[in-house]
């Protein structure tokens, strides 16, 4: 399927699973607009890379998604800059475990803010100009985390159910303006997040990266393997093409078997 001429605004896009999906809708022709933290050099090699292999055009937004005022200024400026916001796909989040009783006040305060907040302000800020188009699709990334708990990760739980909810009264407020809403909920993937949760495991209990690597994936998922930013971003440009015209307020599993058990 095309994209071209549809404009896709991806947060948290500079790395991991939202690079990939960046990427997977540049492929079919999106303009994107990137938005994420790292250093400005490699986010310039990302954002120009995408421009020269896929021949469409790409800015960068470095928006912080914990302030709502900078969240709306980026769609807008998104809007400006590239001429719409078609697909808006709220990606970026962040993690930090610990028992409920111990858990940081700060820490709960900024996930709720990326993780869920963010959707909200991005989905605000972007709906009035897809139902002036009367077309749109806003592709929100949950996890197996927003159906299902894990222990030590209140707050992440917490803002992923939130997500999916989201989704949900969005999907139905909007389903006749041309507008659809849908929550993809990974199991594992191979981000630098769960890379970092791989190395811990494995210098916390004297293993190796390897071993551990399977013990984390079969914990949760019959399929031990790990699903990719590319499958992700597939399924991204799936739920924006006509065969998915009628998918709304879903939230879709691409999760090993995870929430089947």
Known sequence: MSLKGKVALVTGSTSGIGLG????????????????????????????????????????????????????????????????????????????????????????????????SAVFHGMKAAIPLMKAKGWGRIINIASAHGLVASAQKVAYVTAKHGVVGMTKVAGIE???????VNAICPGWV?????????QDRATRDGSTVEKETHAFVTEKQPM????????????????CSDAAATITGAPLSIDGGWVAQ
């Open 190 to 198: 191979l981000t630098p997040l769960v890379e970092k949760q791989l």
């Open 224 to 239: 031990a393997k790990f699903s990719t930013p590319e499958q992700i971003g597939g399924l991204t440009v799936f739920l």
């Open 174 to 180: 909007l389903a006749n303006a041309g507008v659809t």
């Open 21 to 116: 999906i960046a990427q997977a809708l540049a492929a079919a022709g999106a303009d994107v607009m990137l938005n994420g933290f790292g250093p400005a050099d490699a986010i310039e090699t990302e954002r120009a890379g995408i421009e020269a292999k896929y021949g469409v055009k790409a800015g960068y937004d470095g928006a912080d998604m914990s302030k709502p005022d900078q969240i709306a200024a980026m769609v807008a400026n998104t809007a400006k800059a590239m001429g719409s916001v078609d697909i808006l796909v709220n990606n970026a989040g962040i993690q930090f475990t610990a028992d409920v009783e111990d858990f940081p006040n700060e820490k709960w305060d900024q996930i709720i803010a990326i993780n869920m």
